[in-house]
């Protein structure tokens, strides 16, 4: 059975640090790309950072560059979201999600096949 399981959220104050972890059971996650999306609640689900099946190369959208390094874990399964200098406009379900492009890594839902079922941060003082 494949499944992805988020974990790691939690409630920080701003300028805190989370580490989410992405584990996957059912598939190998290095042959998929991976990404990571958040939705805050009225807001539509948007592309935070995603990993490359092919050379692991990286995307991360703007409000994020600089304070989040995503990283996978062959050997665990397991795709890593590190989150730095949290802010408050970061507080979201945040998902990871497995697709199998076999291209440089889009923060486009529509590639990607399997989803988590999220886990929570809030930032906040």
Do not use: H
């Amino acid at each position: 059975q494949v499944q992805l399981v988020e974990s790691g959220g939690g409630l920080v104050q701003p300028g805190g640090s989370l580490r989410l972890s992405c584990a996957a059971s059912g598939f190998t996650l290095d042959y998929y790309a991976i990404g990571w999306f958040r939705q805050a609640p009225g807001k539509e689900r948007e592309g935070v950072s995603c990993i490359s099946s092919s050379d692991g190369s990286t995307y991360y959208a703007d409000s994020v560059k600089g304070r989040f390094t995503i990283s996978r874990d062959n050997a665990k399964n397991t795709v890593y979201l590190q989150m730095n200098s949290l802010k408050p406009e970061d507080t979201a379900v945040y998902y990871c999600a497995a697709g199998s492009w076999k291209k440089d890594c889009i923060l486009a839902m529509r590639i990607y096949d399997y989803w988590g079922q999220g886990t929570q941060v809030t930032v906040s003082s």
